[in-house]
């Protein structure tokens, strides 16, 4: 089975007309506002780096103090996280101690025979309406054991600031794949969600909303990421607080006090996210991909398989080599032997090298000519 090759051209458009370039040998494409968005900083060799831009926009301001990431990250195990990441936030010796466990794995350290499924379900239960520990013993239990966990939550939500670094995974140019995780912050935002509404379910109003107050803080916060998938996270917070309100009101015998209470928060719009919020780093995106190609830096697209040939025929089904030559149709990746690995084919040529890789995997080219 063969796979329609997706062209990555390396083509902009200025007012002088269309300029490209041609592969790694040559690169007649104009820095500007109108073609690459940004002017620098720049490689040894001529081409841009992007991911270098955005950690610039982004950190600008940004202190191991005021940078909420830093403290949230704590919380949780930093699932997926570089040594260059934590390094870029502060953190000494590539790690941190987890200041809290995950409801899942609560349970499983508890031997408590519960389905998983179930638990997830409980869960998402206990973040909409309030709820009595007697209702949801695990939950409210993990809460208990997590209270260091739920405190550091507080003290993130705070701090004024929010940046994740951006790294390459795949390359020094990879923009792609340096997209920090938004979901550092869910699982903060869904256990504070959690014990509002267990302190609502307690009659503690005012507590829950304080610590509803808190979520919306954290949603907040993650806008500043300044892209369109930080910006959802950033509503989806938003959206969680107000379910929980809606909840209050409607599950429980309020008084008119803490009804007035509640009316209060929603009206206080301080706290929520900004009615513009800036996604500017969202439009490098696109370029810098471009970029990517250019340079010949890091697999961009390639599904990686399992296997470790060299994707060829009679291969493995392993992912296809990645060559940067200059000759006309700079060798091709095709399908056969054991298909099991999958694996993309990246074939970089000046002239239009083509690359087809097996099973359900993707192949790209990146010239001038097809």
Same mark, same amino acid.
């Given at each position: 089975?063969?796979?329609?090759?997706?062209?990555?051209?390396?083509?902009?458009?200025?007012?002088?007309?269309?300029?490209?370039?041609?592969?790694?040998?040559?690169?007649?494409?104009?820095?500007?506002?109108?073609?690459?968005?940004?002017?620098?900083?720049?490689?040894?060799?001529?081409?841009?780096?992007?991911?270098?831009?955005?950690?610039?926009?982004?950190?600008?301001?940004?202190?191991?103090?005021?940078?909420?990431?830093?403290?949230?990250?704590?919380?949780?195990?930093?699932?997926?996280?570089?040594?260059?990441?934590?390094?870029?936030?502060?953190?000494?010796?590539?790690?941190?101690?987890?200041?809290?466990?995950?409801?899942?794995?609560?349970?499983?350290?508890?031997?408590?025979?519960?389905?998983?499924?179930?638990?997830?379900?409980?869960?998402?239960?206990?973040?909409?309406?309030?709820?009595?520990?007697?209702?949801?013993?695990?939950?409210?239990?993990?809460?208990?054991?997590?209270?260091?966990?739920?405190?550091?939550?507080?003290?993130?939500?705070?701090?004024?600031?929010?940046?994740?670094?951006?790294?390459?995974?795949?390359?020094?140019?990879?923009?792609?794949?340096?997209?920090?995780?938004?979901?550092?912050?869910?699982?903060?935002?869904?256990?504070?969600?959690?014990?509002?509404?267990?302190?609502? %379910? #307690?009659? +503690? $109003?005012? !507590? @829950?909303?304080?610590?509803?107050? /808190?979520?919306?803080?954290?949603? =907040?916060?993650?806008?500043?990421?300044?892209?369109?998938?930080?910006?959802?996270?950033?509503?989806?917070?938003?959206?969680?607080?107000?379910?929980?309100?809606?909840?209050?009101?409607?599950?429980?015998?309020?008084?008119?006090?803490?009804?007035?209470?509640?009316?209060?928060?929603?009206?206080?719009?301080?706290?929520?996210?900004?009615?513009?919020?800036?996604?500017?780093?969202?439009?490098?995106?696109?370029?810098?991909?471009?970029?990517?190609?250019?340079?010949?830096?890091?697999?961009?697209?390639?599904?990686?398989?399992?296997?470790?040939?060299?994707?060829?025929?009679?291969?493995?089904?392993?992912?296809?080599?990645?060559?940067?030559?200059?000759?006309?149709?700079?060798?091709?990746?095709?399908?056969?032997?054991?298909?099991?690995?999958? %694996? #993309?084919? +990246? $074939?970089? !040529? @000046?002239?239009?090298?083509?690359? /087809?890789?097996?099973?359900?995997? =993707?192949?790209?080219?990146?010239?001038?000519?097809?």
């Amino acid at each position: 089975m063969r796979v329609a090759s997706f062209v990555c051209a390396a083509v902009m458009v200025s007012g002088a007309g269309v300029v490209y370039a041609a592969g790694p040998a040559a690169r007649p494409y104009t820095v500007g506002a109108e073609t690459t968005v940004i002017n620098g900083p720049m490689w040894d060799d001529g081409t841009l780096d992007y991911v270098g831009a955005i950690n610039e926009r982004l950190s600008k301001g940004v202190t191991a103090e005021n940078n909420a990431a830093v403290v949230l990250l704590g919380v949780f195990a930093p699932v997926g996280k570089t040594k260059e990441e934590l390094a870029a936030l502060g953190v000494k010796g590539g790690a941190l101690v987890p200041a809290m466990k995950s409801l899942e794995d609560f349970a499983l350290e508890q031997h408590l025979d519960i389905d998983v499924d179930v638990l997830g379900d409980r869960e998402m239960e206990a973040r909409r309406r309030p709820w009595t520990e007697k209702e949801f013993p695990v939950i409210a239990a993990w809460l208990d054991a997590n209270k260091a966990g739920l405190a550091r939550i507080r003290v993130g939500a705070e701090r004024p600031r929010f940046y994740l670094p951006w790294v390459a995974e795949h390359g020094r140019g990879d923009v792609l794949s340096a997209i920090p995780l938004q979901a550092d912050v869910s699982m903060e935002r869904d256990a504070l969600m959690c014990e509002a509404m267990r302190l609502a %379910g #307690a009659k +503690d $109003v005012a !507590g @829950a909303l304080s610590e509803l107050r /808190e979520v919306r803080k954290l949603g =907040a916060l993650q806008v500043q990421g300044r892209t369109e998938l930080a910006v959802l996270e950033g509503a989806a917070a938003a959206r969680a607080a107000w379910t929980a309100y809606a909840g209050m009101v409607t599950k429980m015998d309020l008084t008119d006090e803490q009804l007035a209470a509640v009316g209060r928060e929603l009206e206080d719009r301080t706290i929520d996210l900004p009615e513009r919020p800036v996604i500017d780093v969202e439009y490098l995106l696109a370029p810098g991909t471009v970029m990517s190609c250019i340079g010949g830096q890091g697999d961009i697209f390639a599904d990686r398989g399992n296997g470790d040939s060299a994707g060829r025929s009679g291969g493995s089904g392993g992912p296809c080599e990645r060559r940067l030559g200059h000759g006309a149709q700079d060798g091709a990746c095709e399908d056969g032997g054991d298909r099991g690995g999958g %694996g #993309a084919a +990246d $074939v970089c !040529g @000046a002239a239009g090298g083509v690359g /087809e890789a097996a099973g359900a995997s =993707a192949s790209f080219r990146c010239g001038d000519a097809g």
